[in-house]
C-alpha cells in the first residue's frame, strides 16, 4: 500500500520559497531551493538553515533508563555527562545496523535520542521491545511534536546568537543547553552534519514556522538561506558522515565502516557485543574507503568497485563535492585494496573509470572544538 | 514557464534541434536543464561516430541523478562540444548557446519533420511531470 508522505510542519513555507519537494524516507522534503551546488557553497562560506523535522525523536527516563540505553546502544552512556551528546549505534545481535543515532544527557536520569525519519518506527519498536521488561526506564516517542532546525556554517554561531536569551558561544561541541530562540524554548545543541560549525535547534512543532521565519530575517544580511537535502548530502558525504541506508544498514557492521570508535567493548553487554567483537579481533573482510575520480563521471550508490578488472567492492555514496572540485564516493572494499592511495576504478554505465583510495574526510572538517 | 525558443525543434525527451546549413546542432532545454539541476559532468560521442534516431547519444549527469540523451535525428557526429568537459555547468546557464552538446550531419532529412515545434513542446510539457 502506498503510505500518504508525512510533512513537517515547515511545509508550506517551503513550497512558498519555490523549493522542490521530494519523497524523503515517508517524507515530503525539499530537495533544494535554487541549486544544491549554490546552497553547499553557502553552508560553507555563511550560514544555511535546515528543515530536519522529519528526524525522530525519543525520550526515555527513570532510574533504569541508563541500563537500558547501555543494553541498546554501541557507546558508553556511563561517560555522557549532562549538557553533552554522544553519537552512537543501534545494532543487531549480529553486529548488523539498526540505525545510528544522536544520544543526549538532558539529566541523571534523562535523556533523547535523534534517530533517522524513514527508521522512527523500526527504531521504536526495536528499543522498546528490547527493553519491555524494564519498568524503571519510560519511553516517549516525541517526534510528532518535536521540530529541528539545524543552522549550520561559519556565521551560525553569531546568528543563533542573536535570537538567544543565553550565550550560545559557551556551548561547547557536542554539549547542549536549554534556552529561549526568537521567544520560543529550545534545546540548543552545538552539533550538526555538514563539517562546519553549527547549532541544530529542537522545538516544539508550533513554533517552528516562527523560529524559521526568525532566522531567515535575522541572517539576511549575513547571506543566511534555506537549505535542501540534496546540498545536506554532499555536505556530509565531503565529511565522511554515514548515511543509514546507503553506507550503513543491517549488512553492514560498525568496524567495516569504520564506526569502531563508537563502540565500548569495555563498557560491558549490549546488543551486538559479540559479533562486533569477533569482526574486530579478526579484522574486517571490507572496509569502507574514501574513492576520488580521476575525471568528473558520478560513481553512485551500487556502482562496482574494480581492481584489475575485478569486481572487489560496491560505492554506497557517491556525488560531486562541490567543496573539493571533484567527484567523490564511499564504497565498501576488501580490506587487501582499502589502503589510502590504492589505485582502484569504478564500473560506471560497463567503463572502468580511474578512482584513487584517499584519507577522509574529503574537505577539512571546521566545527568548533573549544567553547 | 520555460524558455522555448520558436526556432528550434524538441523531441519529447526534453532535446532540442537547430538547423544549420545542412547540419542539426543538439543540446538539452532549459526545462531539462532546471528539472536536472546543477549539471556536473556530460559523456558525449566522438566525431564520426554515428547517432540513430530516438537512441542514446551520451549522457548527462547531475549531483542527484544520471540521464540519457537521445538523438533528434540520425546521421554522423561532425562536432562535439570540448568545452562541456571543464564547464558542464554551462548545460545550466546557456542549455541554448553554449551549453549545446554536438552537431549531427543528418542521414535521413525527413526525421526533422517528426520533431516537434516550440508550441508541441510547449503543450507536451504542459500535460504534467515528465
Redesign the interface.
Known amino acids: 500500500m502506498d503510505m500518504p508522505l508525512k510533512r513537517t510542519p515547515l511545509y508550506g513555507i517551503h513550497v512558498k520559497a519555490g523549493a522542490r519537494m521530494v519523497p524523503f524516507g515517508g517524507w515530503e522534503m525539499p530537495?533544494?531551493y535554487t541549486?544544491?551546488?549554490?546552497e553547499h557553497r553557502a553552508v560553507r562560506a555563511a550560514v544555511g538553515l535546515f528543515d530536519v523535522s522529519h528526524m525522530g525523536e525519543f525520550e526515555v527516563e527513570g532510574p533504569e533508563a541508563l541500563a537500558a540505553l547501555q543494553h541498546l546502544t554501541t557507546n558508553d552512556v556511563g561517560a555522557l555527562e549532562a549538557g553533552q551528546v554522544q553519537y552512537s549505534l543501534l545494532c543487531y545481535p549480529d553486529g548488523g545496523i539498526v540505525d545510528d543515532l544522536t544520544l543526549y544527557r538532558l539529566g541523571p536520569e534523562r535523556f533523547m535520542m535523534t534517530v533517522n525519519a524513514a527508521n522512527i518506527d523500526k527504531d521504536w519498536a526495536w528499543v522498546t521491545e528490547r527493553s519491555a521488561t524494564r519498568r524503571g526506564a519510560r519511553w516517549r516517542n516525541v517526534s510528532a511534536q518535536t521540530a529541528l532546525i539545524a543552522v549550520q556554517g561559519p556565521r551560525a554561531e553569531a546568528l543563533v546568537g542573536r535570537l538567544a536569551d543565553r550565550d550560545v558561544a559557551a556551548i561547547g561541541y557536542y554539549r547542549f543547553a536549554a534556552g529561549a530562540v526568537a521567544g520560543g524554548q529550545a534545546l540548543i545543541s552545538r552539533t550538526g552534519y555538514t563539517g562546519e560549525d553549527g547549532f541544530e535547534l529542537y522545538v516544539g512543532a508550533a513554533d517552528a514556522m516562527r523560529l524559521w521565519q526568525a532566522l531567515l530575517d535575522a541572517g539576511a544580511g549575513a547571506g543566511a538561506r534555506p537549505i535542501g537535502l540534496?546540498a545536506r548530502d554532499?555536505l556530509r558525504l565531503e565529511m565522511r558522515y554515514a548515511l543509514y541506508g546507503n553506507d550503513i544498514d543491517q549488512t553492514t557492521n560498525p568496524i567495516e565502516a569504520g564506526l569502531g570508535w563508537v563502540v565500548k567493548l569495555a563498557k560491558g553487554e549490549f546488543i551486538g557485543r559479540e559479533a562486533i567483537e569477533r569482526v574486530k579481533s579478526e579484522g574486517p573482510r571490507r572496509r569502507l574507503v574514501g574513492l576520488e575520480m580521476a575525471?568528473?563521471?558520478?560513481a553512485?550508490h551500487g556502482y562496482p568497485v574494480l581492481k584489475d578488472g575485478q569486481a572487489i567492492g560496491i560505492v554506497t555514496s557517491g556525488?560531486?563535492g562541490p567543496s573539493v572540485d571533484k567527484?567523490i564516493a564511499l564504497a565498501y572494499v576488501d580490506t587487501a585494496h582499502a589502503a589510502v592511495g590504492t589505485e582502484l576504478g569504478v564500473d560506471i554505465?560497463g567503463q572502468a573509470r580511474p578512482a584513487r583510495a584517499v584519507k577522509t574526510p574529503f574537505h577539512p572538517p571546521r566545527v568548533k572544538k573549544a567553547p | 514557464m520555460s524558455n522555448i525558443p520558436t526556432d528550434l525543434r524538441y523531441t519529447r525527451d526534453h532535446e532540442w534541434a537547430k538547423r544549420e546549413g545542412g547540419n542539426v546542432r543538439v543540446g538539452i532545454t532549459h526545462y531539462a536543464q532546471e528539472q536536472l539541476?546543477?549539471v556536473?559532468?556530460v559523456?558525449l560521442p566522438k566525431v564520426g561516430a554515428k547517432a540513430a534516431q530516438r537512441q542514446s547519444f551520451g549522457?548527462v549527469?547531475s549531483?542527484?541523478a544520471?540521464s540519457d540523451l537521445y538523438a533528434p535525428v540520425s546521421g554522423e557526429v561532425v562536432e562535439v562540444n570540448a568545452q562541456l568537459g571543464k564547464t558542464?555547468e554551462l548545460v545550466?546557464q546557456d542549455p541554448y548557446g553554449r551549453g549545446w552538446m554536438i552537431v549531427i550531419k543528418p542521414s535521413n532529412p525527413a526525421e526533422w519533420d517528426q520533431l516537434l515545434t516550440a508550441k508541441q513542446y510547449e503543450e507536451h510539457l504542459a500535460q504534467g511531470p515528465h
Not at chain 1, 541549486?35 to 549554490?38: A, C, L, Q
Request: overall charge negative.
Open positions: 530537495v533544494q541549486s544544491i551546488v549554490e540534496g554532499t575525471d568528473r563521471a558520478v553512485r556525488s560531486y567527484s554505465r | 539541476g546543477d556536473v559532468f559523456e549522457v549527469e549531483v542527484k544520471v558542464p545550466n
